[in-house]
Structure formats: structure tokens, C-alpha cells
């Protein structure tokens, strides 16, 4: 039996993370007042903004508490069936996917018997039925009586016309099938364990009886459709964006921005929008420009007709991106590649850069704990562990989205997500070093230059 003192000291513990709930949810609800002047409920079917820092910040607090609470007074089988079971649910949403439910659902506001969604589907009724009523309970999609299904706010973003659709397609079907699913052969493989290779991926070891020896990218080049996916997902990100936590409206007009494996260019617009004044550069592969450009002029054709943005193609690995440009900047780009082709990839940029050219890095952030050979000068890009007792310093579930990207990323390209201190690292060997960290709050940008 447990002693006294520590049933008092759970239970304080237990007693901090309900206030830390009640804390969490009002300053979410405070910060979707703010944003959207609503607080929206699960039957809200409207379009959602790019989420603020408060609001980012709130549900990271949120998510943490809640699941460490949950986990303190679960019995433990109940959590570990969830855990070893959460595979069925993909594999749910997925059907729903494949089968376009939320698109069918779409045109009935009011719901519709799954028997009229069962005939446009081809799928048998009541197989669909207790597919969709799983979904239901985690809510996604709503059962409104037995049977009769409507959407909801989370399934009417996964309509077919939404990148989050393609996001999950892209997870739920190369990256699941060929990567995930595989995660334990592959590691335990005397070949492809302990290679830093992407061409020894996880998803190199799924694919190597169709394409041996390949990465994921070039399975992305023999796959257009996948690929296309691949580039529409890329734009459901709506986290940190560049223009809202780096100063970029009061970089001085004439300066020049290149985008380095800026995809379609959606974050080079958001800039070139943000501060007109500038030249900006897209590069990226050749074939990537194609529906780069065609995005670009029909989103901001004046940006071409007034050259102030042009495409430059660029094999970044292999070639340095255009010279003397004021600001470099890469997003999701860093973490896609091992150590040593990320080196590479920053020593090409650094002999682009001029004295006074500065180099955003921007990816996902692992806050991990400090090591014992840390020291106090650390402490500006380490990144801040500034979570609340009784909460793990690095929000445990509400931190975990880079984590799970660490894990993808391993498993796509042998790749890794970083801590500030790794990118500084990988920085000062290529011949740069830290000018300052701009958290913002999942993601960050760590700013660089050339060594002085």
C-alpha cells in the first residue's frame, strides 16, 4: 500500500494538471475570440485561419495536461489497448478518405443515411456504417440518429478540395505502406539499420523490390500523381509562419529573398505579399517550377509581370543557390536530409552568402532535455523547456508533433528533425554561426551568417 505522502503528493499532482486544463482552455478560447471572434464548436464548418502563437501555445498546454492526466488515473491496459489499437483508426479514416465520405456529406448539410452514402461509394452499407461510428467517437464526422451521418468540422476539412486530404492521403497510403508499416524490419535489417543513406531508408527497404537503391524522392519522380499530392499536401501546413514571427514587412525595400526548395512558392507569396518592396527568388527542382509558376500567376501575377519574383531552378545538393542575395531561407528543407548532406547543403549556401546575408533555417524544433556537457552560454538556442510543473519540459503530448515529424523523417529519408543546438552545429561546420532563434512555438527559425 502506498504511504500517506505519496497519496497526498499524487494527488496534488493530479489536482495541478486539472488547473492547468482549466487554465489551457480558457486562454484558447480567449485566443480564438481574438482571432476569429468566435469560439468555434464541433458542428462549426467554417474556414479556420492560420493559427496564432497564443493560440498555439494554448493548445500545446492543453494537450499536455490532458494526456498526462489521463495517463496518471487510466488503469494501464486501458492505455495500452488505445495505444496498440490506434492503427485501426488510421486505417478508418483512410476508407472514409478513399471513398470521399466527406465530399458525399457535403452536399447534405443536414445528413444522409449511410445507405445513399453506401450506394455512391460502392461499399457495403453496414461495414460503412461502424467505420464511420468509430470516426464518430473521436470526433470526426457526426452520427446525428442511427445510421445517419452529416460532417463536422474536422471531417469537412478532409473534403478532397482541401490539402489536409491530401496530407492524410500522402501518410495513410506511400508513407503507412511502404514506410511505417515497416519501421521494425527495416531498423532490425543488418543493410538498411544502421545506414544514414536515404537510399537505405525505411521507405527505401518498402520500395526496393519496385525501385532498388532509390529514395523517397526519386520514387516521387517515377510517381507524378504521388508527387503532385505530395506538393498540395505540403500546403496544410499553418504553422509559423516566416511573415508572422520575423520581421520581414521592415526588411528594406530593394532587398532580395530566395527561397531555397520553396515547392510552389505559398510561402514565398506570403512574404512577397507581406513586404512588396521586395525581390523575390524561387528555386527549387525544374520539375517542381512547373506548377510553381502556374500557382504564381494565378495568385500573384503582378509579382512576374513586375519581376519582382522569378523562378531560378537549383539541385541544391550539388549546386549553390543565386549569389549575394540578402536573405536565404528554407523551410521543411534542413530536416529531409542526414548530417552529412545537410552539411552540404549549408556550405552551399554559405559560399552564395555575402558578409551581410542572413540565413533562416526553418523547421520543426525538438526541445530535448540538456546534456551534461551543455553549458550556460547554451542557453540562448537551446531552446526553451519552459513547461509547467508537473508537465514534462517539453510539453509531453502537446509537444509531440515534431516528434512524430523526427520519426517520419527517419523513416522517409533516413532524415532527422533537430534541436537548435544540432542546426548551430551543423552551421558552424559549415562555416556559419548563430545570430538568434525565432521560436515559434512548433516550429522555429534559426537565424545565420557567415562566420565573422
Known amino acids: 500500500m502506498a504511504k ?20 489551457a482552455a480558457e486562454a484558447a478560447m480567449d485566443a480564438w475570440e481574438v482571432q476569429e471572434g468566435r469560439v468555434p464548436s464541433l458542428d462549426d464548418l467554417a474556414e479556420e485561419k492560420t493559427p496564432s502563437a497564443a493560440l498555439l501555445r494554448a493548445i ?19 492505455s495500452v489497448s488505445d495505444k496498440v489499437r490506434m492503427n485501426i483508426e488510421a486505417a478508418c479514416l483512410r476508407t472514409a478518405l478513399e471513398a470521399k465520405v466527406p465530399d458525399i456529406l457535403d452536399k447534405h448539410a443536414n445528413g444522409v443515411h449511410v445507405d445513399v452514402i453506401a450506394k455512391e461509394t460502392g461499399l457495403d452499407a ?77 521507405f527505401s527497404w518498402g520500395i526496393r523490390e519496385e525501385m532498388p537503391n532509390a529514395n523517397a524522392f526519386e520514387y516521387f519522380e517515377k510517381h507524378p500523381n504521388e508527387a503532385a499530392r505530395f ?62 509558376r502556374e500557382s504564381i500567376e494565378k495568385e500573384y501575377p503582378q ?35 542526414p548530417d552529412h548532406i545537410a552539411k552540404t547543403i549549408l556550405t552551399n549556401i554559405a559560399q552564395a552568402m555575402k558578409p551581410t546575408s542572413h540565413l533562416l533555417v526553418h523547421d520543426y524544433v525538438l526541445k530535448v532535455p540538456k546534456g551534461k556537457d551543455d553549458t550556460h552560454e547554451d542557453k540562448d538556442y537551446l531552446g526553451a ?37 544540432d542546426v548551430v552545429q551543423l552551421a558552424n561546420e559549415a562555416g ?6 525565432w521560436d515559434c512555438v512548433e516550429t522555429g527559425l534559426v537565424e545565420l551568417r557567415l562566420k565573422q
Not at 60 to 78: E, N
Request: charged share 20%; glycine share 8%.
Open 4 to 23: 500517506a505522502t505519496d497519496i497526498q503528493t499524487t494527488k496534488a499532482e493530479v489536482r495541478a494538471l486539472v488547473a492547468l486544463v482549466g487554465t
Open 60 to 78: 500545446r498546454l492543453l494537450d499536455g495536461s490532458c494526456c498526462q492526466l489521463q495517463h496518471m488515473l487510466r488503469p494501464t491496459f486501458v
Open 126 to 202: 453496414g461495414k460503412l456504417a461502424r467505420i464511420l461510428r468509430l470516426l464518430t467517437l473521436k470526433h470526426c464526422f457526426h452520427e446525428i440518429s442511427k445510421d445517419v451521418f452529416a460532417n463536422n468540422r474536422i471531417s469537412y476539412s478532409l473534403r478532397s478540395s482541401s490539402p489536409y486530404y491530401d496530407f492524410a492521403g500522402h501518410m495513410m497510403n506511400e508513407i503507412n505502406r511502404y514506410g511505417v508499416a515497416n519501421l521494425w524490419e527495416a531498423l532490425s535489417d543488418p543493410e538498411y539499420g544502421p545506414s544514414t543513406d536515404p537510399r537505405r531508408s525505411v
Open 231 to 292: 506538393n498540395r499536401a505540403m500546403t496544410a501546413f499553418r504553422l509559423g509562419w516566416v511573415t508572422e514571427y520575423y520581421p520581414v514587412a521592415s526588411i528594406p525595400a530593394g532587398s532580395t529573398w530566395c527561397d531555397i526548395g520553396g515547392g510552389v512558392g505559398h510561402v514565398l507569396l506570403s512574404v512577397a505579399r507581406a513586404n512588396p518592396g521586395l525581390k523575390a527568388t524561387l528555386q527549387d527542382q525544374p520539375h517542381v517550377l512547373i506548377p510553381a
Open 303 to 337: 509579382g512576374l509581370q513586375e519581376d519582382r519574383v522569378r523562378l531560378v531552378p537549383i539541385d541544391f545538393i550539388n549546386e549553390a543557390p543565386v549569389k549575394g542575395q540578402d536573405f536565404y531561407y528554407m523551410r521543411f528543407i534542413i530536416h529531409d536530409w
Open 385 to 421: 523547456h519552459d513547461a509547467p510543473r508537473p508537465l514534462l519540459p517539453n510539453y509531453g503530448a502537446g509537444g509531440i508533433r515534431p516528434f512524430l515529424a523526427d520519426i517520419n523523417m527517419l523513416i522517409g529519408l533516413n532524415a532527422r528533425e533537430r534541436s537548435v543546438k
Open 432 to 437: 556559419l554561426e548563430f545570430v538568434n532563434f
